[in-house]
């Protein structure tokens, strides 16, 4: 069964780059398979600890609006 995901163009280029004459599939499971993590192929920890803390931060302020809204 395969699944679609969206990923950016950063990253495709990445893993395209990457893969060879292997399925993109491939290329993942291997990173997971070695110890790695989603995030060193996905283009994750681009941001310093202080500003993926900031945005964190207003991504759930930002939910907590839009949950108030709706049961408002």
């Known amino acids: 069964m395969s699944k679609n995901i969206a990923i950016s163009d950063e990253v495709y280029r990445r893993l395209k780059r990457e893969k060879g004459d292997r399925s993109f599939s491939e290329v993942i499971e291997a990173h997971l398979e070695s110890g790695g993590k989603l995030a060193d192929v ?9 500003t993926a803390a900031a945005v964190k931060d207003d991504i759930g302020a930002l939910s907590e609006g839009t949950i108030e809204r709706l049961d408002g």
């Open 42 to 50: 996905s283009g994750q920890q681009i941001f310093d600890a202080d």
